[in-house]
Every structure is written in structure tokens, then in C-alpha cells.
């Protein structure tokens, strides 16, 4: 089984910047993707972003040149690093892994961008 803790959600203005971070920990199998998704009050689920175990990447086209996807494996965690944030992005991040047939969730941080 494979554990997902996110942390870094918090309150920040517009254009500022955010780092979130999703700790892994269990059996994490050598071919797996995760991935970044988030959920705003009212709306459905989105694809922010992913990175497969060979470090390839995709981003939503909403923030495309301004969000990057990152793992440190030596650290067994995955980054999103928000640059230039705005109100649209509001909304709880969740951290996604896929293997084999199995998907993986963590549970959650929110990120509220206002002034």
C-alpha cells in the first residue's frame, strides 16, 4: 500500500507563490505517474498536473508557465511549485499516484488565493 500526505496549503495574494508538497511512503513500484489534482467549491475535480516515474511531465493548460511538477526521490516526495498565483487558483490540492490497476490518494491541502 502506498501513503500520500500533502502539506503546504495556505492563504497567499495574488501573484504570490506557493510550494506544496506530497510525501510518499509504502510500496511505490519502480513504473507508477502522479500527479497533482484540485477541486474548487462547486466545481469538478481537475488535472493540474503529472509526472511519471521517468520524469516525464503535463500541465493543465490553465497554468502552464506558471506551476512546475517535481519529485526528489531520494526524499520520497512530490512538489507543485505556484508561481504567479490568482484567484481562480483557490481551491484543495490533492496528491494522485497510479500503479498497476491501483490509485492512491492523499487527503488534501487548500490553497486560498486573496487579498
Known amino acids: 500500500q502506498v501513503q500520500l500526505v500533502e502539506s503546504g496549503g495556505d492563504l497567499v495574494q495574488p501573484e504570490g507563490s506557493l510550494r506544496l508538497s506530497c510525501a510518499a511512503s509504502?510500496?511505490?513500484?519502480?513504473?507508477?505517474?502522479m500527479g497533482w489534482y484540485r477541486q474548487a467549491p462547486g466545481k469538478q475535480r481537475e488535472l493540474v498536473a503529472t509526472?511519471?516515474?521517468?520524469?516525464?511531465?503535463n500541465y493543465a493548460d490553465s497554468v502552464k508557465g506558471r506551476f512546475t511538477i517535481s519529485k526528489d526521490n531520494a526524499k520520497n516526495t512530490m512538489y507543485l511549485q505556484m508561481n504567479n498565483l490568482k484567484p481562480e487558483d483557490t481551491a484543495v490540492y490533492s496528491c494522485?499516484?497510479?500503479?498497476?490497476?491501483?490509485?492512491?490518494w492523499g487527503q488534501g491541502t487548500q490553497v486560498t488565493v486573496s487579498s
Open positions: 494522485n499516484l497510479r500503479q498497476l490497476i491501483t490509485t492512491y
Open positions: 509526472i511519471t516515474s521517468g520524469g516525464m511531465t
Open positions: 509504502g510500496s511505490i513500484f519502480s513504473i507508477h505517474i
